[in-house]
């Protein structure tokens, strides 16, 4: 919506509230009026009536009437009463001079009509009406409403006594009627004067946007110009809000243009950072001031990006840790900084490196890459580890090659060494089959190595990592009921899709999962969590047995490599084989005593990436 529509619909908005405002006072204070009024004045009637009907009782002394008996007296009245024809007179004329009443009576304690302007209920029960009072009590609203409610009727009354004995009472009954034509006409008057002014606002509010914004066009027209790179060519001289305005955006169109030619020869440099920002990358200005930080550096310093931006180098490393001094020196005298180790926020150890961006000999900046040393380290590890199964699988592969026929050619011999014996001497079939048995373990062996180093054929299909592990723990489980090993499995709520091959993914997890239960001799606890991280799933497979000796630690993905009597040495190099193969990669944790967490990171899908809006990462939910 436009800023001159905001302003009109605003000015509107606040006329129509005020003039509601007002007439909704004007009504009340007039319904208001009216009903106290209308209260006073049947008020004084009910006393008028009471008077006249207390004065025209006759003498009951000189009747047969016992004027010792109240009852007797009552009684008497009120067979008296429908015959006083003045008063009956008084209570008619009463309803026909004042329009707002709409009947009267006398009425005795019982509540029968000794008296009444409509003479079919003379003599009759006459129910009670509700008291004027609460109309004339009431809130305004209430009172709005009562009045334009149905047709209803009030009761005003007044005691009626004879000889200080409560006798009566005089009912005058007081209708809405009369109200609603006494408000409506001027309640039309003040909706014709709203609409007029809600009219009128809308001409004044349109005029005055049209004055007050008239000169914002000129400076959205410069604004544009100076966007585009070109001059400001409003008025400067003028020293009104218009003026002052003019010369700030003057000033701003210079500041743009000069960081343009700044960022402008930048440009080349930065986006070849782009393609790095797995590193943490600062970029300075000649100023030594941030103008931009990657996502890595709030974890190297501890203090979050939006902090960072537009501080100079010595507010950001002013502390007295190694690093920061460093890094200011070198600020101080301009001088490159070549890597360098040190221990960063939360004891992390990074890798610095400061080099000073030059255009035409001239320094316009200064950009800082910072290294996790523990990252670059481990991805050494992987390549040594990599190097070394390559090497391992050539050599085993040759080996494998030549063991495999001199293996088939003992077989074939033996079968026939087998056949000549049995006739000869049959006791030496025994010791025949043992050789055999033997050597078809060695071709197994063998046969296992061989399978180990080919290069094998993914099938790859999209999974959930959630039904790989619950697919996991129900093969492990006969394994863990047997060892007294409890499994516990921390699932993410949302699908974990992933593109793997089943059946080698299974084996990859189910290895780790074995390893761990056997490791918990005396029974224990093996976890199994699945969760996000950015664009990968994070597996962590967790036991509670002795952990590994810290001396196995850097060969534990070693092939034949093992802490166990009867173990092979292929299970983990498998795994960490066969996550290589998925473009994954697979970690661990351990202490003696107090067990091993395995991670596995395996990439999200890219289907699921493009079908996702907003990653989300809900907290995960314990079965």
């Known amino acids: 919506m436009r800023r001159k529509a905001i302003i009109v619909l605003a000015i509107t908005f606040m006329v129509t509230v005020m003039v509601t405002a007002f007439s909704y006072l004007y009504i009340s204070q007039i319904l208001r009026q009216r009903i106290t009024s209308a209260y006073e004045s049947a008020n004084r009637l009910t006393q008028q009536l009471a008077y006249f009907a207390e004065n025209d009782l006759p003498d009951l002394s000189s009747t047969r009437v016992d004027t010792n008996d109240p ?33 009267a009576s006398v009425i005795d304690a019982n509540g029968y009509a000794l008296l009444h302007t409509n003479p079919k209920l003379i003599g009759k029960h006459v129910p009670p009406r509700q008291d004027f009072q609460t109309v004339t009590n009431a809130h305004s609203w209430d009172q709005l409403h009562l009045v334009y409610s149905p047709l209803a009727v009030y009761d005003v009354s007044f005691p009626l006594q004879l000889n ?101 020869a930048l440009k080349d440099n930065v986006d070849q950072l782009m393609s790095t920002l797995q590193d943490g990358l600062m970029l300075f200005t000649r100023d030594t001031r941030v103008v931009l930080v990657s996502a890595p550096v709030e974890r190297f310093l501890g203090t979050p990006r939006g902090e960072l931006l537009g501080k100079t180098a010595r507010d950001v490393f ?53 290294r996790d040393a523990e990252s670059v380290r481990r991805i050494g590890d992987e390549i040594e580890m990599s190097r070394r199964l390559s090497a391992s699988g050539r050599v085993t592969g040759g080996v494998a090659h030549e063991v495999k026929n001199p293996i088939n050619a003992i077989v074939l011999h033996l079968q026939l060494l087998q056949n000549k014996l049995a006739q000869l001497d049959p006791d030496t079939r025994r010791h025949m089959d043992i050789i055999g048995s033997e050597i078809h373990r060695l071709d197994r062996v063998v046969q296992t190595l061989v399978d180990f180093m080919r ?64 490791s918990m001799s005396q029974g224990g606890q093996l976890t199994i969590a699945a969760h996000r991280e950015e664009n990968a799933v994070v597996a962590e497979i967790s036991d509670q047995g002795s952990g590994i000796p810290p001396d196995a630690q850097d060969k534990i993905f070693e ?33 003696e005593g107090l067990g091993t967490t395995f991670r596995f990171r395996v990439p999200i899908a890219a289907s699921s990436l493009d079908a996702e809006a907003e990653p989300a990462q809900p907290n995960p939910v314990i079965l």
């Not at 009552?74 to 026909?96: F, G, I, K, Q």
């Not at 000169?215 to 009104?240: A, M, Q, W, Y």
């Not at 490159?336 to 961006?357: I, K, M, N, T």
């Open 455 to 518: 290069a094998r054929e993914l099938h790859l299909v999209e999974v959930d990592f959630r039904r790989l592990l619950d697919d996991v723990a129900l093969l492990a489980a006969p394994e863990a009921e047997q060892h007294g090993v409890n499994i516990r499995r921390n699932v993410f709520p949302e699908p974990l899709i992933i593109k793997a091959d089943l059946d080698l993914m299974k084996q990859a997890l189910l290895n780790v999962v074995i390893n761990g239960i056997q």
């Open 71 to 103: 009852a007797a007296v009552r009684h008497a009245l009120a067979d008296y009463l429908p015959m006083d024809t003045n008063l009956l007179n008084n209570l008619e004329s009463e309803v026909a001079l004042w329009p707002f009443i709409y009947d």
């Open 318 to 370: 002013s502390d007295s840790t190694s690093l920061a001094a460093t890094i200011r020196d070198a600020f101080e005298r301009k001088r490159p900084l070549l890597q360098r180790e040190f221990v960063a926020a939360a004891g992390r150890r990074v890798q610095v490196s400061l080099d000073f961006v030059q255009e035409k000999s001239t320094q316009i900046g200064a950009l800082l890459i910072m």
């Open 559 to 591: 092939l034949y490599f093992t802490t166990k009597k009867d173990g092979s040495g292929i299970g983990l190099a498998q795994t960490y084989q066969i996550l290589q193969w998925h473009y994954g990669s697979v970690e661990f944790q351990s202490a």
């Open 164 to 264: 200080g004995t409560p006798f009566g009472k005089i009912h005058i009954g007081v209708s809405t009627v009369f109200l609603q034509s006494e408000i409506t006409p001027r309640l039309l008057h003040a909706i014709y004067f709203s609409i007029a002014a809600i009219f009128l606002s809308l001409l004044l509010a349109a005029g005055i946007s049209n004055i007050a914004l008239g000169p914002l066009k000129e400076i959205s027209r410069n604004l544009d110009s100076v966007t585009l790179g070109g001059e400001f060519s409003g008025n400067e001289s003028e020293h009104d809000e218009f003026g002052l305005v003019s010369l700030k955006i003057a000033n701003l169109g210079r500041q743009i243009r000069d960081s343009r030619e700044i960022f402008s």
